[in-house]
């Protein structure tokens, strides 16, 4: 039973399955720290050096957040001083077809409003499909 309350969110998620999508990643900072977490681990400090304008305060609560929904893991290492990484699990890898939707639908918006000039470089390139062995027969 313990295992089960350390696995459960402490905040409730909404009931219909686009809305639970949309708090779990809502907010300004999450899609971009997943962006940088998609390439491998990453220290605190470096993701702080990543995400321009985000206050370590903020980029502690998103972390919390993303690791309380079971996007990203955190490992403590037993090092003196003592280091943290984190990264991005299964269920937030799984995010990355989305977020490179999203930054495509963006770059269309932009287009179509004539604000192409105003946008930054949508970098996300979907990962490439891993084939399991057991598929070429």
């Known amino acids: 039973m313990a295992n089960l309350s350390k696995r459960m969110?402490?905040?409730?998620?909404?009931m219909?399955?686009?809305?639970?999508?949309?708090?779990?990643?809502?907010?300004?900072?999450?899609?971009?720290?997943?962006?940088?977490?998609?390439?491998g681990p990453r220290r605190l400090s470096a993701l702080k050096a990543m995400i321009s304008g985000i206050t370590q305060k903020v980029l502690i609560q998103q972390l919390r957040e993303m690791e309380e929904h079971g996007l990203v893991s955190r490992?403590?290492?037993?090092?003196v001083p003592s280091r943290v990484e984190y990264s991005a699990t299964s269920l937030g890898?799984?995010?990355?077809?989305?977020?490179?939707?999203?930054?495509?639908?963006?770059?269309?918006?932009?287009?179509?409003?004539?604000?192409?000039?105003?946008?930054?470089?949508?970098i996300i390139r979907p990962r490439p499909t891993r084939e399991t062995p057991a598929s070429h027969n």
């Open 16 to 39: 219909l399955p686009a809305e639970r999508a949309l708090k779990v990643i809502a907010g300004r900072w999450k899609a971009v720290i997943l962006y940088h977490l998609f390439d």
């Open 93 to 122: 890898l799984s995010l990355e077809p989305i977020l490179l939707a999203l930054c495509q639908w963006g770059q269309h918006h932009a287009d179509e409003l004539n604000e192409m000039d105003r946008l930054a470089d949508c």
């Open 75 to 79: 490992e403590i290492f037993a090092e």
């Open 9 to 14: 969110p402490i905040k409730r998620l909404p």
